[in-house]
């Protein structure tokens, strides 16, 4: 069984035919730790390709048949590759005559709100206009029984009958609905939906309507061809490719739209894993399609392919347990069962959005000419130790071009801290766990740094994985 290292590219590499580097490893592909050869091309001759993208920290796979010139390279290898609010108020019954010394009508007894009734807005109980007083002349009956006497004469035996004035009948005074219950209910309902949008953003929320950078950018279609990538013609070129790219000078948006859908690659079919990728495939575009222009280069939109049975395709044998950026194509590929070689992060939510911004990384190297450059430099290259300090630089830098994304994206994708971190641990559980063992791959407390770099900033420059010293890709 392979060691899980980390997912990588597949690319071309040039030495004359039939001929091998004195010391150096033997010819593979690539898919998150394999090996590759380097040797220029004599005149006039073609190079081989490295073939079989190997899983991470494989065996090697023996050499391809030779593939194209010299422009042709950028092509990398892939090294291990969410009724009614109660009823209405009663009409009150009419409140018996008001007598000297009680309380008046509208507070009971006891009652702490004016009227028995919170007022919506006024504290002090309202005399309404036209209502009877709230007291009588002393030695004045009160009212009587509406009805009973409907010429308000009151009858005195042996007396004659005086006439009184009619006092109005006491009215309580109309009770004002109060909207509380409205306005609790509305609040219960967002956090309702709220919680429901939060669950299904996996912790956070996300708001349609609002506008994020480049919005208006069109991200261009899949295609299955593209132009080929940049390649140096000497060292010195190469070098300056490597350690002072003008992709460095460049910033990403702060904050970019990524929208997908809730996701189990654990239960997934092969065509719902390929949907998710390829959405997630459309969101890195979308981020750095305006960041690699502006440095002078061209994007890609890469074609995805699931595979559940080993084969072969541009870049040789396609192992199962694998993913790969292929060079010789630009495009990238994904074994249906990769997720088995994430160990105790086999589970991780994030893990294929996780490894497809790594891959994609690759892609941004090829069309930036910084993995050109790399194989050209190494094209001499008879030490084995050496050679995979140059990989390993390589592959730490897609590390931080991941985090890059995921510091973009995580607002839009409604990422929580929790989540990030689950992202985060996630490429410090996977590399070279064997700190004496060369490997093409960096270590996983390695990865976890360089993931944290991008993840940090906006800066394309902390990425710059070419002018650090060899303990920081260990």
Not at 159 to 178: E, I, T
Not at 226 to 233: I, K, L, S
Not at 309 to 317: I, R, V, Y
Request: proline share 12%; glycine share 10%.
């Amino acid at each position: 069984m392979s060691n899980p290292e980390g997912l990588d590219d597949l690319a071309t590499r040039r030495r004359a035919p039939g001929t091998q580097s004195p010391g150096a490893p033997k010819p593979a592909g690539s898919g998150f730790g394999t090996q590759s050869q380097w040797r220029k091309p004599a005149p006039g001759t073609r190079h081989p390709q490295f073939t079989a993208p190997q899983p991470w920290g494989s065996q090697p796979a023996a050499p391809a048949q030779p593939v194209g010139t010299a422009a042709q390279l950028g092509q990398q290898p892939q090294f291990g590759q969410q009724p009614q609010f109660g009823q209405p108020p009663q009409q009150a019954a009419p409140r018996p005559a008001q007598q000297p010394g009680q309380q008046p009508f509208g507070r009971p007894q006891g009652s702490p709100y004016p009227g028995g009734q919170p007022a919506p807005y006024s504290s002090q109980f309202q005399q309404q206009p036209g209502a009877w007083p709230q007291q009588y002349p002393t030695g004045r009956p009160g009212p009587y029984a509406q009805g009973q006497y409907p010429q308000g004469q009151y009858p005195q035996a042996g007396y004659p009958q005086q006439p009184y004035p009619q006092y109005p009948s006491p009215q309580q005074p109309p009770r004002q609905k109060s909207l509380m219950p409205v306005v609790l209910v509305c609040i219960v309902a967002v956090v309702a939906v709220l919680a429901v949008v939060s669950q299904l953003n996996g912790g956070g929320t996300t708001d349609p309507t609002k506008r994020y950078e480049n919005d208006d950018y069109q991200v261009p279609p899949a295609a299955g061809h593209h132009p080929d990538a940049p390649a140096p013609t000497s060292e010195s070129q190469a070098m300056g490719w490597l350690e002072r790219n003008p992709i460095y000078e460049q910033n990403i948006a702060k904050s970019v739209r990524c929208e997908l859908d809730d996701f189990d690659h654990t239960s997934a079919t092969a065509d719902q894993k390929k949907v998710q990728l390829e959405k997630t495939l459309e969101c890195l575009v979308r981020l750095w399609g305006p960041t690699v222009e502006a440095a002078g280069f061209t994007i890609t939109h890469p074609t995805v392919t699931m595979y559940s049975t080993e084969t072969q395709g541009a870049c040789g044998k396609m192992p199962m347990r694998n993913a790969f950026y292929c060079g010789n194509d630009q495009n990238l590929y994904f074994a249906t069962d990769m997720h088995t070689l994430f160990g105790p992060k086999s589970n991780d939510p994030w893990a294929y959005e996780a490894v497809m911004a790594h891959e994609f990384g690759h892609s941004l190297q090829g069309r930036t000419g910084i993995i050109p450059a790399r194989n050209y430099v190494l094209e001499d290259e008879t030490s084995k130790e050496v050679a995979y300090l140059w990989v390993r630089r390589n592959e730490a830098q897609a590390d931080c071009l991941a985090g890059l994304f995921f510091n973009s994206v995580q607002e839009s994708m409604g990422l929580t801290p929790e989540d990030v971190q689950s992202i985060q641990d996630f490429y410090g559980q996977i590399g070279n766990k064997d700190p004496n063992r060369i490997s093409t791959h960096p270590q996983p407390q390695t990865r976890y740094a360089w993931f944290q770099k991008g993840m940090t900033d906006t800066s394309v420059g902390v990425c710059n994985s070419y002018v650090v010293t060899a303990e920081e890709v260990k």
